[in-house]
């Protein structure tokens, strides 16, 4: 199986060293992943050491390696965020909407303010962006499609309802949406997407794929077999991968 979703820096936690790619390739080894990708934040750009990555994924030709890159996307910045992805041969780039008009709201310290809005018109407010960010054409996948619950403030309207303009985007583009296992361990305490999304998003035959959204080597691979399972549960027989932005078709 496979994990799309992997930081190798974390928040700058550790350096782009052979070592540490060695520990994120060892626990895939250990999870019985078949592929790995690496997917660090944009803003640490010019730390990234991708050509790195590809060296090292040749010690392990028993694992496949893809290299990708997560975009902070915010509205006014895509030609910025064009030129960057020009400047590398990336395997595929998840799109995700982490701010507000600069209000960084996934951060811990920003519980509080998130329940000051009108949970409509957050859950709304960020739809929107993920709607835009779909439609630009830069991106093969959209990350934790649901990011706006993690500090469990939900809407008065049916989620699938303020989410639908959003998902028609990311079907008419082309771009998958991944199963993101970490929100399991935020105080939402579940999968991003929420199950009746995904159920959505099969009936709609938007494509699915994986990640962990590790952070640290240790949580490479958490939780994927369990979200295989809930795909397969709701027939889903098939998720996708990339190399060179192309889509790959992967049997579940």
């Known amino acids: 199986m496979l994990d799309l979703h992997v930081h190798l820096l974390g928040h700058l936690d550790r350096e782009a ?4 790619i060695r520990a994120f390739l060892k626990q895939a080894k250990n999870k019985n992943l078949k592929q790995i990708g690496f997917a660090d934040h944009d803003m640490y750009w010019e730390k990234l050491k991708l050509n790195l990555l590809r060296e090292i994924a040749l010690e ?5 390696v893809r290299v990708g890159l997560e975009v902070d996307y915010q509205e006014g910045r895509e030609n910025q965020i064009s030129k960057m992805l020009t400047d590398f041969p990336f395997d595929y780039v998840i799109g995700s909407v982490h701010q507000l008009g600069g209000w960084f709201f996934d951060y811990p310290e920003e519980e509080t303010n998130h329940r000051q809005w009108e949970p409509d018109d957050l859950y709304s407010a960020y739809f929107k962006l993920v709607e835009k960010a779909a439609a630009s054409g830069l991106f093969n996948i959209i990350g934790h499609f649901d990011l706006i619950k993690i500090f469990n403030v939900r809407p008065k309207t049916d989620v699938r309802i303020l989410a639908a303009r959003a998902l028609e985007a990311v079907k008419d583009c082309g771009l998958a949406i991944e199963i993101n296992t970490n929100g ?13 999304l995904i159920e959505l998003i099969g009936k709609m035959e938007i494509p699915f794929t994986l990640g962990s959204d590790a952070h640290e080597a240790a ?24 190399t060179r932005r192309n889509q790959e078709i992967i049997k579940l």
């Open 184 to 196: 399991r361990y935020k105080p939402v305490q579940e999968y991003y997407p929420e199950q009746k």
């Open 17 to 20: 060293t052979k070592s540490n």
């Open 60 to 64: 392990y030709p028993e694992l496949q």
């Open 219 to 242: 949580v490479v691979g958490r939780d994927i077999q369990e979200a295989c399972q809930i795909l397969k549960t709701l027939g889903v027989q098939e998720i996708v991968s990339f």
